[in-house]
């Protein structure tokens, strides 16, 4: 009786043996399964699997048919976003809860010729995915998908590819001329005349016809298409009024900024020009014959032609002292700064600060003007040094900067050379525009 529960367990076991033996060897005969050929598969030597053929086991099962359409489509010049949609045959029932889904993340009077976007649609006509691409900024598009039955958007941020290029250019007439004519845009000869070398170039004085230019920068691209500029890593200017070098380097962890070649910062105190232009229209003078009052008077400041609108930003750090009108200035806003500096900016058509605000260098306080006593839209720029009106296109000459702490300097010296090693590679017809991997153009 003690071995009556394991006897009676062994004869169930052999019982369902035999049984999966008997439909192992049913199945056999009809049909060969792919559990056999799967194992012969796992023995087999490499050389014999080589020459294996896998079994026939019926027509190929086609994949189920997409049950969305895909509209793709890129605005044109006077397009609406809606407008383009409804061209598309894009169902409308849907497009007020699209807008308002996008309005949470995009100012959709933002959209500009050259978007780009893609929507699909199922087979009840309801869209399922909708992707805007702005044309400046493709690495940011927007994304409304269903969620819940609810459209839902979102800005993605999308990966970009930087690359370290260079650039080599003489230059003929002006520095944007000869940086279009190396196939590079005016964003690029921007950071190069006012935050690179704003304070100790004046690009509209100073170069000379064959003064050298050479640049290592970060280009960004998204799938081989450029978007826009990274970082200038070093300039180096070679002009006939002297040579600059510009290092990008960071003293502190996220805070780069240029550095000459022995390590003194190219920031100074006030950058040279209080807007984005460069078309000087009076200098200063202190006698000077006044085209609306019709006799000698000085001029002690630096006026700038440009359009109305055209944005202001103070030269220095400071605080506002005085922000309205102020008879013949117009709409005028002073500032102090440090070291018993002034600068005032006048004939604004608005202005953007109030009295006692704190104000950083190139912060933007205003908008050019022609009010007060002014014949056209210009912006009239005064630096004043303890009440004295000096010329602000002499103020960046002399000033003391700090330098670079002297234990960063043999990291800083290995960087610059790294730089110059870069802008020295290949050969130099000094028009060139190319990366790294590729040959010269
Ligand atoms: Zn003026």
Redesign the pocket.
């Known amino acids: 009786m003690r071995f009556g529960f394991p006897i009676r367990f062994w004869g169930v076991l052999l019982g369902c043996l035999a049984l999966m033996a008997l439909r192992l060897g049913m199945s056999a005969q009809h049909s060969t399964t792919t559990a056999v050929h799967f194992e012969e598969m796992v023995f087999v030597p490499a050389a014999v699997a080589a020459v294996w053929e896998p079994p026939f086991v019926g027509p190929p099962i086609p994949p189920p048919a997409d049950p969305t359409r895909t509209i793709t489509a890129e605005l044109r010049s006077g397009d609406s976003l809606d407008r383009s949609l409804k061209q598309c045959r894009v169902p409308s029932s849907q497009l007020e809860r699209l807008y308002e889904a996008l309005d949470t993340v995009f100012d959709l009077r933002q959209i500009k010729p050259g978007d780009y976007y893609e929507v699909a649609i199922d087979t009840s006509d309801a869209i399922r995915h909708f992707r805007y691409t702005p044309h400046r900024t493709p690495d940011r598009p927007i994304e409304v998908k269903l969620h819940d039955g609810q459209f839902v958007a979102r800005q993605l941020q999308l990966p970009l590819e930087r690359r370290v290029e260079r650039l080599e250019v003489r230059i003929e007439d002006n520095l944007s001329n000869a940086i279009s004519a190396a196939g590079e845009s005016i964003a690029l000869s921007e950071v190069l005349a006012d935050d690179i070398f704003g304070a100790v170039i004046d690009f509209q004085r100073d170069p000379r016809r064959g003064d050298r230019l050479g640049v290592v920068f970060e280009k960004l691209y998204i799938d081989e298409h450029f978007v826009r500029y990274g970082d200038v890593l070093l300039a180096r200017y070679e002009g006939e009024q002297g040579t600059e070098l510009a290092v990008r380097y960071a003293a502190i962890e996220g805070e780069d900024a240029y550095y000459n070649a022995s390590g003194r910062s190219l920031g100074r105190m006030f950058v040279l020009k209080p807007l984005g232009v460069n078309s000087i229209t ?1 200098h200063f003078s202190r006698q000077r014959f006044h085209p609306i009052l019709k006799k000698q008077r000085p ?1 002690l ?3 700038y032609g440009a359009p109305t609108g055209t944005l202001v930003w103070t030269t220095a750090r400071g605080q506002v002292a005085f922000a309205g009108w102020k008879g013949d200035y117009g709409k005028l806003v002073e500032i102090v700064h440090a070291n018993g500096y002034r600068t005032r900016y ?1 004939h604004l058509s608005k202005i953007l600060v109030r009295e006692g605000q704190l104000v950083e260098q190139k912060e933007i306080i205003g908008k050019v003007g022609a009010t007060g006593l002014a014949t056209a839209s ?1 912006l ?1 720029y005064e630096i004043i040094k303890n009440g004295h009106h000096i010329n602000p296109e002499l103020i960046n000459e002399g000033h003391a900067v700090p330098t670079l702490a002297d234990d960063l300097l043999p990291d800083f010296v290995h960087q610059r050379d790294a730089l110059l090693h870069v802008l020295a590679l290949g050969p130099r017809p000094w028009r060139y525009a190319s990366s790294l991997t590729s040959a010269p153009l």
């Open positions: 009076s001029h400041g630096t006026d006048a210009h009239h």
